[in-house]
């Protein structure tokens, strides 16, 4: 068949949109839910460290210094392991990129939706949707190998 021949399945677009901005939309919870949790860790774990260590300074509680101690050094190097993990995943970034990429395909299937709705979806319009799907999909993946290839430079 030559690709002059070749006719868009506007059904079949419509779905690859949808499926795209569903896969979307989980990652972004996903690394949001990462993200968050990496964040308030980080802030959590500093303040009880710090407070444990003086806590352990108190004369009443002195004969405790060693489990407050203990305590504090396991909290930061906990926090040690979390910040390396999220180094290595980087979860914000990755959430802040898939919302633009998500919104994108937000807009391209509200565009689709009103095309579908007035009759106005011919074979240009189904191309230069998929053509939008695949111009995201790919500065999506660009982006994604310069925040892998950054990390691996550092």
Do not use: C
Request: net charge negative; aromatic share 8%; charged share 20%.
């Amino acid at each position: 068949m030559k690709l002059a021949e070749y006719k868009l399945d506007p059904e079949i677009l419509k779905n690859n949109i949808q499926h795209h901005l569903a896969r979307l939309n989980r990652n972004i919870v996903r690394d949001k839910k990462k993200a968050t949790f990496v964040e308030i860790y980080k802030g959590v774990a500093a303040a009880s460290a710090t407070a444990l260590l003086g806590i352990g300074q108190i004369k009443l509680l002195e004969n405790y210094n060693d489990i407050f101690q203990i305590l504090a050094i396991s909290i930061t190097a906990l926090l040690t392991m979390v910040t390396a993990w999220d180094n290595l995943f980087q979860h914000k970034q990755l959430w802040v990129m898939n919302v633009a990429v998500r919104n994108q395909f937000a807009n391209l299937n509200d565009e689709f939706a009103h095309a579908e709705a007035t009759g106005s979806l011919g074979q240009d319009q189904l191309e230069a949707f998929q053509s939008e799907m695949k111009n995201a999909l790919r500065a999506a993946n660009q982006n994604w190998t310069q925040l892998r290839t950054e990390e691996e430079s550092d």
